[in-house]
């Protein structure tokens, strides 16, 4: 009769880790960011490109994960749910690039502008929870003079959290 108790108390102990250990997994699954380069997107104009390079800003090294040319304008679709976009961008110390600006749209609308200034980091955080598609343009800041490329440190979409049992 003890043994079976113990054996009883051990099973269900082992089902318990099991159980926690699965709705962990799922939860730490759901918070992994999701790389911009990694969505479905169309390119309507301009150039972008997965590239991984160290470059100096305001005499720091970054390491990049992707760079775009001024005028380019690109349309993603979302996973859904609650979530967060992530830009981290910046002209490198050598470049001779003007500012860049940098329009979100979520499913059309606009919902964040920002020029980012060489020589710092420039970060962009807006909430595109819900929303189907996103639309991300960057353009050069002056009429003149727009060579170059603005390089991305992050360009992401961060789930936000879930609970484990929906879906």
Known sequence: MKRDRWLSGLFLAGMLCVMLGTVGAQVAQAQRPIPLADLKCVVRSGNWRSNQQDISV???IYTTVLYIEPN??????????????????????????????????????????????????????VNISSGKSLAVEVFCARATNCGGYYWFMKAQIEPGARSPGRR
Do not use: H
């Open 72 to 125: 380019t304008a690109m349309t993603c679709r979302l996973p859904g749910g609650p979530a967060t976009l992530r830009l981290e961008f910046a002209i490198p110390d050598t470049s001779q690039a003007p500012p860049a600006r940098i329009d979100v749209y979520v499913d059309g609308n606009q919902v964040a502008s920002q020029t980012g200034d060489s020589g710092q980091v420039n970060t962009m955080l």
């Open 58 to 60: 305001g005499r720091q």
